[in-house]
């Protein structure tokens, strides 16, 4: 009368961003996205889950702390998943019924301002897909419910999420643009930028940036549908040249409107901006374009670069920040997996 499954999703970090929602409550994106899913055994979330016929409350633990289970984002992915395992007959009636306890944490430091939604909402969707028996189905559109970038952590390698244009939803999922395997030299490196300062967190930053920023309109129109397509064959070619701009560019125009939203979301800091500068100098002075760098809704750096030449970068970093904050993430080769 006790069923248990224990799952771990990876992080991905955006190379074309995902800033803006079309419906609020199913998380529409009003742009389609790119990522890169990075390496499970670097930086995931671990989830357990038990359902048991004797269990009398729903319970979700998060990092060590109880967490409200009537939590809408959560009850959307849960309500989704035994939705769709009752349509499909999935797994006995009884066991949807039981209650369930699920803990889930994070293998890095939350404070590292990582995008810990993405991995965390991919985790537990996927954990309970695995429960209720609903594998090889579609889940990202559930994960998008948790958090929109978590349904990206769905798929390993190179992920799209598509838009999608229907009001429920249904065709706003992700999917595998290419595997790890086709580009395995691809590297990641993060370099965790201090920040004391209180930010504004990418639900109500989006929201603030559609109603205020003229910016935004722009973008989602004559920017992005370009930049997917050149990405999609910078990757297809292991053009990382192309990749860099691309992902570069991209991110200075997401910082961009978050400026041009009013108030404005700052998220670099002087640091960050310190090292935009660094990293251009660094590639001129090399005559090609060696490492690339994107930021998320914080002021930490993630940065692209082949293997070839992580230590020549390492040397570099290690030179303008000599305190040792970065936090390697192998390759890029992680997806959902089963953990026990
Ligand atoms: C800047 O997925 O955290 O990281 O859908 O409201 O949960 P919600 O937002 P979230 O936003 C991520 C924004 C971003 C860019 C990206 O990952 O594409």
């Avoid at 961003?17 to 742009?31: D, T, V």
Wanted: hydrophobic share 40%; proline share 4%.
């Amino acid at each position: 009368t006790q069923l248990s499954v224990t799952c771990i999703a990876p992080v991905n970090i955006a190379v074309i961003k995902y800033w803006g929602k079309r419906n609020e409550s199913l998380i529409l994106p009003i742009n389609d996205s790119l990522s890169v899913t990075l390496s499970t055994a670097d930086l995931c979330s671990k989830t357990k889950i038990i359902a048991d016929a004797k269990f009398t409350d729903n319970v979700m633990i998060l990092n060590g702390k109880e967490e409200n289970f009537e939590n809408e984002r959560i009850q959307r992915c849960v309500k989704e998943i035994k939705a769709r395992a009752a349509e499909l007959g999935s797994c006995p009636k009884e066991l949807l019924e039981w209650k369930i306890h699920i803990e889930s944490e994070n293998n890095f430091p939350t404070a590292a301002g990582l995008a810990s939604s993405a991995s965390g909402y991919a985790c537990l969707v996927y954990s309970l897909a695995q429960l209720y028996d609903l594998k090889k189905q579609e889940i990202s559109d559930i994960a998008r419910m948790g958090s929109g970038s978590a349904c990206r952590s769905i798929y390993g390698g190179f992920v799209q999420w598509q838009k999608g244009i229907q009001l429920d939803g249904k065709d706003s999922i992700a999917f595998q643009v290419a595997p790890a395997s086709h580009w395995p030299d691809l590297h990641v490196l993060i370099l965790v930028v201090n920040d004391s300062k209180k930010k504004i967190g990418s639900t109500s930053g989006m929201a603030r940036s559609v109603v205020t920023s003229e910016l935004i309109k722009y973008r989602v129109e004559k920017c992005v549908p370009q930049r997917i397509h050149s990405m999609t064959q910078a990757i297809k070619d292991r053009d990382f040249s192309k990749f860099a701009e691309v992902t570069m560019k991209d991110s200075n125009q997401f910082h961009a409107i978050c400026l041009d939203t009013f108030p404005p979301c700052v998220y670099m800091n002087d640091v960050s901006h310190e090292i935009v500068n660094y990293i251009h100098e660094f590639n001129r002075t090399e005559g090609e374009t060696k490492v690339a760098y994107t930021f998320d809704a914080g002021p930490n750096a993630c940065l692209y670069l082949l293997e070839k030449n992580v230590k020549r970068v390492l040397s570099f970093v290690n030179h303008i920040f000599p305190n040792d904050n970065q936090k390697s993430a192998e390759y890029v080769r992680g997806i959902p997996v089963e953990y026990e």
